[in-house]
């Protein structure tokens, strides 16, 4: 997680670039994700969960954790209306939580070009598809790992991305409620860090046993073959719950640092982490969480991958977004870095938890020059 949790995420990614005031002509921008590249038409739904067996972590007044869960799926058929990317609200909250977007409209990102269908019906499956659950990084919404769960459900997984209510940004309940973030706004410490990977580890555990007790959900979902994703603070809990939790069976960490910087257990099960190259090995930067993590990891199933000219945004929504909102490109494009993760991430899963043989994942590729090997 990153030290500046209580800055806005939009700043955060544009951190390393100066920019001057948006041009008038890009006041109105449009926002669109890459359209997915497998067989199946994708469809998504929205659940609102309640765990009433604890309060919530982070606020006083409550005394029930609320979620929001969207679920992408491979649908039978690409009709009806796209689901939308964020609402009003959320939107608002995260444009205007960054200065330099005063001239765009509050509403902008609610009407990014989506692909997944809403509430179409699921496309049947003997068996159940495997399931991969996301959890975003800190202040972020779980919408902004949408390109990685449309590309998954297209691929033939059913996908759980996980709203951590007071951790993101903007939260839009049904009800019509808006909260926004309170996680660590005194600051980021170590127990700061500590408390939001238990936080996130009930989270996951809670909406994985609420799918398995859904009669609509639990027949889509093959129990056996489970994965986690994050990025950020959601890739270094996805690391901490690997070896302690009994329903996921591998995990990917998308450039997330870890703190703790060592888990409970040795991580056995698959487990890959991708991140920028201030996270290769010895890089001298002043985090090296990873490399105080990997002698932790000892299943054959892992890897240790960085991609050139990768930023922390570079790994989900935000690396087509926030350029075409005006805010400053990284050195690398932003569709080639979505490619890249999108490509390396679904080897994983297919080998992890369809059994297939990929061997993007063996040894570095001349098709991806910049994904190194560690």
């Given at each position: 997680m990153k030290k500046t949790v209580t800055a806005s995420v939009l700043a955060l990614s544009a951190s390393l670039t100066t920019l001057g005031a948006i041009p008038a002509e890009a006041a109105a921008p449009v926002t669109a994700l890459p359209a997915p590249t497998g067989d199946h038409p994708v469809g998504r739904t929205d659940l609102h969960l309640i765990d009433s067996s604890r309060p919530d972590p982070w606020v006083t007044d409550r005394n029930a954790?609320?979620?929001?869960?969207?679920?992408?799926y491979p649908?039978?058929?690409?009709?009806?209306?796209?689901?939308?990317?964020?609402?009003?609200?959320?939107?608002?909250?995260?444009?205007?939580?960054?200065?330099?977007?005063?001239?765009?409209?509050a509403d902008t990102l609610a009407?990014?070009?989506?692909?997944?269908?809403?509430?179409?019906?699921?496309?049947?499956?003997?068996g159940g598809w495997p399931l991969?659950?996301?959890?975003?990084?800190?202040?972020?919404?779980?919408?902004?790992?949408?390109?990685?769960?449309e590309e998954f459900a297209s691929r033939g997984y059913l996908v759980a991305g996980i709203e951590h209510t007071y951790e993101s940004l903007a939260t839009?309940?049904?009800?019509g409620r808006t909260v926004t973030f309170e996680a660590g706004k005194a600051g980021q410490t170590p127990e700061t860090g500590e408390k939001v990977a238990r936080v996130r580890a009930a989270d996951t555990e809670f909406v994985l046993k609420r799918l398995?007790?859904?009669k609509r959900w639990k027949r889509l979902i093959d129990e056996r073959?489970?994965?986690?994703?994050?990025?950020?603070?959601g890739g270094q809990s996805a690391a901490h719950l690997l070896p302690v939790s009994g329903r996921i069976k591998a995990a990917v960490n998308l450039d997330g640092t870890y703190n703790p910087k060592t888990p409970a257990k040795p991580l056995v099960k698959p487990f890959m982490m991708i991140g920028n190259p201030r996270h290769q090995p010895e890089s001298g930067g002043k985090d090296g969480s990873w490399d105080l993590f990997w002698p932790h990891v000892k299943g054959d199933g892992k890897r240790w991958l960085t991609v050139t000219g990768a930023e922390h945004m570079s790994f989900m929504d935000y690396a087509v977004l926030l350029p075409q909102l005006g805010l400053p490109k990284t050195p690398i494009d932003g569709k080639r870095a979505l490619k890249i993760t999108r490509s390396y991430v679904t080897a994983f899963l297919d080998a992890h938890l369809k059994g297939e043989r990929r061997p993007l994942l063996d040894k570095p590729s001349r098709k991806y020059p910049e994904v190194k090997f560690w």
């Amino acid at each position: 997680m990153k030290k500046t949790v209580t800055a806005s995420v939009l700043a955060l990614s544009a951190s390393l670039t100066t920019l001057g005031a948006i041009p008038a002509e890009a006041a109105a921008p449009v926002t669109a994700l890459p359209a997915p590249t497998g067989d199946h038409p994708v469809g998504r739904t929205d659940l609102h969960l309640i765990d009433s067996s604890r309060p919530d972590p982070w606020v006083t007044d409550r005394n029930a954790r609320e979620l929001m869960v969207s679920i992408w799926y491979p649908a039978r058929k690409a009709a009806g209306k796209r689901a939308p990317y964020l609402t009003p609200q959320e939107s608002e909250l995260i444009i205007r939580s960054e200065p330099r977007l005063a001239d765009v409209p509050a509403d902008t990102l609610a009407k990014t070009v989506t692909h997944a269908r809403a509430g179409v019906p699921a496309q049947q499956r003997k068996g159940g598809w495997p399931l991969v659950v996301l959890s975003p990084g800190m202040t972020l919404p779980r919408a902004s790992m949408t390109s990685l769960a449309e590309e998954f459900a297209s691929r033939g997984y059913l996908v759980a991305g996980i709203e951590h209510t007071y951790e993101s940004l903007a939260t839009t309940f049904p009800d019509g409620r808006t909260v926004t973030f309170e996680a660590g706004k005194a600051g980021q410490t170590p127990e700061t860090g500590e408390k939001v990977a238990r936080v996130r580890a009930a989270d996951t555990e809670f909406v994985l046993k609420r799918l398995e007790a859904d009669k609509r959900w639990k027949r889509l979902i093959d129990e056996r073959r489970i994965a986690m994703v994050g990025h950020s603070v959601g890739g270094q809990s996805a690391a901490h719950l690997l070896p302690v939790s009994g329903r996921i069976k591998a995990a990917v960490n998308l450039d997330g640092t870890y703190n703790p910087k060592t888990p409970a257990k040795p991580l056995v099960k698959p487990f890959m982490m991708i991140g920028n190259p201030r996270h290769q090995p010895e890089s001298g930067g002043k985090d090296g969480s990873w490399d105080l993590f990997w002698p932790h990891v000892k299943g054959d199933g892992k890897r240790w991958l960085t991609v050139t000219g990768a930023e922390h945004m570079s790994f989900m929504d935000y690396a087509v977004l926030l350029p075409q909102l005006g805010l400053p490109k990284t050195p690398i494009d932003g569709k080639r870095a979505l490619k890249i993760t999108r490509s390396y991430v679904t080897a994983f899963l297919d080998a992890h938890l369809k059994g297939e043989r990929r061997p993007l994942l063996d040894k570095p590729s001349r098709k991806y020059p910049e994904v190194k090997f560690w």
